[in-house]
């Protein structure tokens, strides 16, 4: 629940807007989340929605890039039957990675994200890589 930081009123209405910006030479329509104060009327954005609006911008991004969204990567993590920490084990990357991809805070790689493909496309490639890093993933 937010609280106006000027007249302290809980009385909060949340409010989306239309904005836009160019990335790589594409315009790109995104809805920003924002505050009210209906008291007062100053307009701001809490913390939750920044996390929210910036994730909402990165998905845009992979969108743009043709890379596979948040959503789209956790879909596969769990398709797969894995934990984020054992994803991180199988395909490769920082033990956060996984939980960093799909709430929106970075955006996976290029080889990350053809990784990915291949693995949710073709049971023989995840298997493989199970087997690669089985030693380790037993660990987790
Ligand atoms: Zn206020």
Known sequence: MSICQLCHSSDISILQAKDSFTYKGRKIEFEVEYSVCNSCGREFIDSQQIQKNDATILNAKTFADGLLSSKEIQEIRQKLGLTQEMASKVFGGRVNAFSEYESGKIIQSVE?????????????????????????????
């Not at 990784?115 to 049971?123: D, G, I, V």
């Open 112 to 140: 990350m994200d053809r990784l990915l493909r291949l693995s949710s496309e073709f049971n023989q490639v995840f298997h493989w890589l199970i087997a690669f890093s089985g030693d380790t993933v037993g660990r987790v």
